[in-house]
């Protein structure tokens, strides 16, 4: 399984671009990078994935080197609304299906 | 409704009860997964569906805790004989079916917080 390692909290604040950056050594030939973020009382919300190079959506930007040994999420001009656990996960294709291993993730906080 | 729906939102029972916990994916979506998730952690991995038939329920913690989707649309997990260290949010998620590596995204539904006295 592909660990990840990420900062446990980051702080910004409102319209500032917050850059997370994810660690994954271990990441396999297959494995896709994925985010999602996390409002308390919710469930996580798929953000965006990616492979490698740069992937880009309404919501944020995906910065994956060359090695695929590190991601950065990158969310342009956060608002307060920003404010939630955000998780970095490596896909696990065991049995051709991906079961989720998430961390701890990082917890941002935006303020005014 | 567009999303995954999960019921009850909260349910508290006493030490010993059985629980049962529901949730009702996107129509449509073959792959089913339920993860446990602790106060201040991430989800945790229980069990998965590719239709009615349990794929893999390795995350499971102990027998006392059994899953089910038998017409391969809704699916409910089951607690028996209930502790305390089963307090936790149970999020089940869906996705369309079986994608080339991790091109699948997961449907979340925003849980059920169970609380065991």
């Known amino acids: 399984l592909a660990k990840t390692t990420q900062p446990i909290s980051m702080d910004s604040y409102e319209g500032q671009e917050v850059n997370i950056t994810c660690s994954h050594n271990?990441?396999?030939?297959?494995?896709?990078i994925t985010w999602y973020q996390q409002f308390p009382s919710q469930g996580p919300r798929f953000i965006i994935q990616?492979?490698?190079t740069k992937v880009t959506n309404e919501v944020a930007s995906l910065f994956i080197p060359a090695d695929r040994k590190s991601s950065t999420l990158s969310l342009p001009r956060v608002s307060l609304s920003d404010t939630a656990v955000y998780y970095c996960?490596?896909?696990?294709?065991?049995?051709?299906?991906?079961?989720?291993?998430f961390g701890a993730g990082t917890r941002l906080a935006v303020h005014p | 409704g567009a999303g995954v729906s999960q019921s009850p939102r909260y349910k508290v029972a006493k030490r010993g009860q059985d629980v049962a916990l529901r949730c009702d994916p996107i129509?449509?979506?073959?792959?089913l997964f339920w993860y446990q998730q602790a106060l201040g952690q991430g989800p945790e991995f229980l069990t998965y569906?590719?239709?009615?038939?349990?794929?893999?329920k390795s995350g499971l913690p102990s027998d006392r805790f059994f899953a089910e989707r038998p017409e391969g649309s809704v699916s409910t997990l089951k607690i028996q004989r209930t502790q305390q260290e089963d307090s936790a949010v149970y999020l089940c998620?869906?996705?369309?079916?079986?994608?080339?590596?991790?091109?699948?995204?997961?449907?979340f539904g925003d849980g059920t917080r169970l609380s065991i006295l």
């Open positions: 998620a869906s996705s369309l079916g079986l994608g080339q590596g991790g091109n699948q995204p997961q449907h």
């Open positions: 271990n990441i396999a030939t297959n494995d896709y």
């Open positions: 990616g492979y490698k």
């Open positions: 996960l490596v896909g696990d294709h065991g049995g051709g299906y991906n079961k989720l291993i």
């Open positions: 129509s449509g979506h073959v792959s």
């Open positions: 569906f590719q239709n009615e038939a349990q794929l893999d």
